[in-house]
């Protein structure tokens, strides 16, 4: 068992393209390590150069303390499921299966008895016969996943591996990646761009983009205390509200003020944000949880009510631009209604309007 | 879905044009070949009578035809064999990347493309036992002591042929095998290599299988071809020396027209046809299993 730890790597390919710049990280020994970003930032990227199928343009990457760039994929001791699965399609699931094992020498008996173990714990123990494509895309994630498991490698590279499944299917496979997970508890290390995925699975989250590391920290870290803007906005369903203002001190109390919009900060917080009174340049980061219909800090006319059953997503026009509330309860509000407007102030979020960084409060 | 009478009609339109073709420019011939192998026929008067099956038996009595059939064999697995070779190892290379691949893929059409009489020209030249590049080499090189007389010996002159029509016809697996390379998906071979697969292991296991099925089609069609090859087999060596290269449509060409047998030439042609058949059926089956694929 090891962990993998990333340093200054850097990766540009041929056609000038920067696909990772300056990303240094340590993925701990057994971990649930999600790389989260956007299309194109860079995390397919990551987990090929870790892999082997790509080699970095600088850094280094250690499995444990042995330097691996050096190394072919086949001598890392990892395994990765692709997002297309990759199965042999001229092969049987047996056959694909049994590969990793008879490239690794492996006896025939030998091999058989780990891939008829294995079936069984996958439940393709009916399909052990089939090719590829007379498989169900769940069945053929799960050969992917047991092609990954049977040498039992000891990092676990996996690329958006539930992305080709319809939703019900992927929730399930979510809970079962998790359960394999706590059983095997080997390193993995796991790429999406749904953050939902992330959220549920990780131990801890890398959020990427253009690129660069943006925060790593364990699901609730990153939800609480997002560094930036972009995670912010990134992480989080509905998207976190922006709103553009200034700080200022009103009795030894900071206040956040923003057209139409005001929000007293709680006095823990008010201390540490003296020093950062000004009269623009902030930005405020509202989640829609964090908003309720009642009166304290403003007031929006409704634009659409989204009724989820168990709660409306409101989406309102306030003075400060348009806010989205989560409001629990039914029929809470209808279209053209002029709603008041109550921001948790122990959850509001404050940046940086320049540079997007969080403000230290 | 049942389809309505004017559906039909217009399908029955539609397909009159090629099945009158077809009716006119290879059944009628054919049957016509057939008619011609059960009577004594001459090639210049065209006068004969019906023989019933004499024309068969005179085949398989006659050493000539055993010894042709033989060489035809030959002809066809050699080149064959050399063609699948040359085939894959260049549809190998021309898939990787390299500077200058889109001209070399070009390039590679080139005997393909030319005419036999051109090629063969060509070669007999190279081959030439007085003036030809072939000997010089050789003896320059010190492989051989004197010039050999490449197209008038046995069994350089079946070797020559062999190896010219391997060089003639091998284009055509590249292409065929070029194509099919090149719908691999990467990731078989990226998944291959996490799985500990050296290059070779990678070539038997993921690139051989995935180009199993075209190989079986291309294998079958050109032995099918190279089996009923005249021009390049007959413009080498005219099927000499004596009839050491000759080859199953000389032998047609021969009896029919310098010995006017017309009817026994027919009847060779059609045991021909029989053995092609074979491998029609095999190809039929191939290309049914890879419409199932
Ligand atoms: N082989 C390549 N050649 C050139 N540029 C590449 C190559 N592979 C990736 N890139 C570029 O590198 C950047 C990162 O790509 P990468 O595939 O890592 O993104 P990703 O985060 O996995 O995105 P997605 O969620 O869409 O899979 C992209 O801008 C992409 O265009
Ligand atoms: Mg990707």
Same mark, same amino acid.
Request: one cysteine or more; glycine letters at 8%; a neutral charge.
């Given at each position: 068992?090891?962990?993998?730890?990333?340093?200054?790597?850097?990766?540009?390919?041929?056609?000038?393209?920067?696909?990772?710049?300056?990303?240094?990280?340590?993925?701990?020994?057994?971990?649930?390590?999600?790389?989260?970003?956007?299309?194109?930032?860079?995390?397919?990227?990551?987990?090929?150069?870790?892999?082997?199928?790509?080699?970095?343009?600088?850094?280094?990457?250690?499995?444990?303390?042995?330097?691996?760039?050096?190394?072919?994929?086949?001598?890392?001791?990892?395994?990765?499921?692709?997002?297309?699965?990759?199965?042999?399609? *001229?092969?049987?699931?047996?056959?694909?299966?049994?590969?990793?094992?008879?490239?690794?020498?492996?006896?025939?008996?030998?091999?058989?008895?780990?891939?008829?173990?294995?079936?069984?714990?996958?439940?393709?123990?009916?399909?052990?016969?089939?090719?590829?494509?007379?498989?169900?895309?769940?069945?053929?994630?799960?050969?992917?996943?047991?092609?990954?498991?049977?040498?039992?490698?000891?990092?676990?590279?996996?690329?958006?591996?539930?992305?080709?499944?319809?939703?019900?299917?992927?929730?399930?496979?979510?809970?079962?990646?998790?359960?394999?997970?706590?059983?095997?508890?080997?390193?993995?290390?796991?790429?999406?761009?749904?953050?939902?995925?992330?959220?549920?699975?990780?131990?801890?989250?890398?959020?990427?983009?253009?690129?660069?590391?943006?925060?790593?920290?364990?699901?609730?870290?990153?939800?609480?205390?997002?560094?930036?803007?972009?995670?912010?906005?990134?992480?989080?369903?509905?998207?976190?509200?922006?709103?553009?203002?200034?700080?200022?001190?009103?009795?030894?109390?900071?206040?956040?003020?923003?057209?139409?919009?005001?929000?007293?900060?709680?006095?823990?917080?008010?201390?540490?944000?003296?020093?950062?009174?000004?009269?623009?340049?902030?930005?405020?980061?509202?989640?829609?949880?964090?908003?309720?219909?009642?009166?304290?800090?403003?007031?929006?006319?409704?634009?659409?009510?989204?009724?989820?059953?168990?709660?409306?997503?409101?989406?309102?026009?306030?003075?400060?631009?348009?806010?989205?509330?989560?409001?629990?309860?039914?029929?809470?509000?209808?279209?053209?209604?002029?709603?008041?407007?109550?921001?948790?102030?122990?959850?509001? *979020?404050?940046?940086?309007?320049?540079?997007?960084?969080?403000?230290?409060? | 879905?049942?389809?309505?009478?004017?559906?039909?009609?217009?399908?029955?339109?539609?397909?009159?044009?090629?099945?009158?073709?077809?009716?006119?420019?290879?059944?009628?011939?054919?049957?016509?070949?057939?008619?011609?192998?059960?009577?004594?026929?001459?090639?210049?008067?065209?006068?004969?009578?019906?023989?019933?099956?004499?024309?068969?038996?005179?085949? !398989? /009595?006659?050493?000539?035809? +055993?010894?042709?059939?033989?060489?035809?064999?030959?002809?066809?697995?050699?080149?064959?064999?050399?063609?699948?070779?040359?085939?894959?190892?260049?549809?190998?290379?021309?898939?990787?990347?390299?500077?200058?691949?889109?001209?070399?893929?070009?390039?590679?059409?080139?005997?393909? !493309?030319?005419?036999?009489?051109?090629?063969?020209?060509? +070669?007999?030249?190279?081959?030439?036992?007085?003036?030809?590049?072939?000997?010089?080499?050789?003896?320059?090189?010190?492989?051989?002591?004197?010039?050999?007389?490449?197209? =008038?010996?046995?069994?350089?002159?079946?070797?020559?042929?062999?190896?010219?029509?391997?060089?003639?016809?091998?284009?055509?697996?590249?292409?065929? #095998? #070029?194509?099919?390379?090149?719908?691999?998906?990467?990731?078989?071979?990226?998944?291959?290599?996490?799985?500990?697969? =050296?290059?070779?292991?990678?070539? +038997?296991?993921?690139?051989?299988?995935?180009?199993?099925?075209?190989?079986?089609?291309?294998?079958? !069609?050109?032995?099918?071809?190279?089996?009923?090859?005249?021009?390049?087999?007959?413009?080498?060596?005219?099927?000499?020396?004596?009839?050491?290269? /000759?080859?199953?449509?000389?032998?047609?060409?021969?009896?029919?027209?310098? /010995?006017?047998?017309?009817?026994?030439?027919?009847?060779?042609?059609?045991?021909?046809?029989?053995?092609?058949?074979?491998?029609?059926?095999?190809?039929?089956? /191939? =290309?049914?299993?890879?419409?199932?694929?």
């Amino acid at each position: 068992m090891v962990s993998v730890r990333y340093q200054h790597l850097h990766k540009a390919f041929g056609d000038g393209s920067v696909a990772l710049q300056d990303f240094s990280l340590e993925v701990a020994d057994g971990e649930f390590l999600t790389f989260l970003g956007p299309s194109g930032c860079g995390k397919t990227t990551t987990l090929r150069m870790t892999a082997g199928l790509e080699t970095p343009t600088s850094g280094e990457i250690f499995f444990g303390e042995r330097p691996v760039v050096d190394l072919p994929p086949g001598r890392r001791n990892i395994a990765m499921v692709f997002q297309s699965y990759a199965l042999y399609p *001229h092969m049987t699931v047996q056959q694909n299966l049994e590969y990793p094992l008879r490239k690794q020498g492996v006896a025939r008996d030998e091999r058989a008895r780990r891939a008829t173990a294995l079936a069984a714990t996958l439940q393709l123990d009916a399909l052990l016969h089939r090719r590829p494509k007379h498989l169900s895309g769940g069945q053929q994630q799960r050969v992917a996943l047991g092609r990954a498991l049977i040498r039992e490698p000891e990092v676990f590279l996996l690329d958006e591996p539930l992305s080709n499944l319809d939703a019900e299917l992927r929730t399930q496979m979510r809970a079962e990646l998790i359960q394999l997970h706590r059983r095997i508890g080997r390193t993995m290390i796991y790429v999406t761009h749904d953050q939902v995925e992330a959220m549920t699975m990780s131990t801890r989250i890398a959020v990427m983009s253009k690129g660069e590391l943006q925060q790593v920290g364990t699901p609730l870290e990153i939800y609480r205390e997002p560094r930036n803007r972009f995670v912010a906005a990134f992480v989080g369903s509905p998207a976190m509200n922006f709103v553009e203002g200034g700080i200022e001190l009103r009795d030894g109390r900071a206040v956040f003020r923003a057209a139409g919009l005001e929000v007293a900060l709680p006095d823990a917080r008010s201390a540490r944000l003296a020093g950062l009174a000004r009269a623009s340049g902030v930005l405020a980061g509202i989640r829609p949880e964090h908003l309720s219909l009642e009166p304290g800090s403003g007031e929006g006319r409704v634009l659409v009510v989204e009724a989820m059953g168990h709660e409306d997503i409101v989406t309102a026009e306030t003075p400060a631009g348009r806010i989205v509330v989560r409001s629990a309860g039914t029929a809470t509000a209808a279209a053209g209604d002029l709603v008041p407007l109550r921001v948790d102030p122990e959850k509001l *979020h404050l940046f940086d309007a320049a540079s997007g960084e969080r403000l230290a409060c | 879905m049942r389809l309505k009478t004017s559906d039909s009609l217009i399908g029955v339109a539609f397909i009159t044009p090629a099945a009158t073709l077809f009716l006119l420019l290879v059944a009628y011939p054919l049957f016509q070949s057939i008619l011609i192998s059960f009577s004594a026929i001459n090639t210049m008067t065209l006068k004969g009578h019906y023989v019933g099956l004499a024309n068969y038996l005179d085949i !398989l /009595q006659d050493q000539e035809f +055993w010894r042709t059939l033989v060489n035809t064999l030959i002809w066809t697995a050699g080149s064959l064999v050399l063609q699948v070779l040359l085939g894959v190892g260049f549809a190998l290379l021309l898939h990787r990347a390299f500077p200058g691949r889109a001209l070399a893929r070009s390039l590679v059409l080139f005997p393909y !493309l030319l005419s036999t009489a051109v090629a063969v020209l060509v +070669w007999r030249w190279l081959f030439n036992d007085l003036y030809g590049i072939l000997n010089y080499g050789l003896v320059h090189i010190g492989l051989i002591e004197r010039p050999i007389a490449w197209l =008038s010996r046995m069994p350089e002159a079946m070797i020559s042929v062999i190896l010219v029509g391997a060089w003639k016809f091998f284009p055509f697996v590249v292409i065929a #095998l #070029l194509a099919r390379l090149q719908t691999i998906p990467l990731q078989l071979y990226e998944a291959a290599r996490i799985d500990g697969a =050296s290059a070779v292991a990678r070539f +038997w296991d993921i690139t051989l299988p995935q180009l199993s099925g075209v190989l079986a089609v291309v294998v079958l !069609l050109r032995s099918i071809w190279d089996f009923k090859e005249f021009d390049l087999v007959y413009l080498m060596t005219g099927g000499g020396p004596g009839i050491g290269t /000759q080859t199953l449509p000389i032998l047609v060409y021969r009896e029919a027209f310098p /010995q006017l047998h017309l009817g026994k030439g027919a009847a060779i042609a059609v045991v021909m046809l029989l053995v092609m058949l074979v491998f029609m059926l095999l190809y039929l089956r /191939q =290309s049914a299993r890879g419409d199932e694929r």
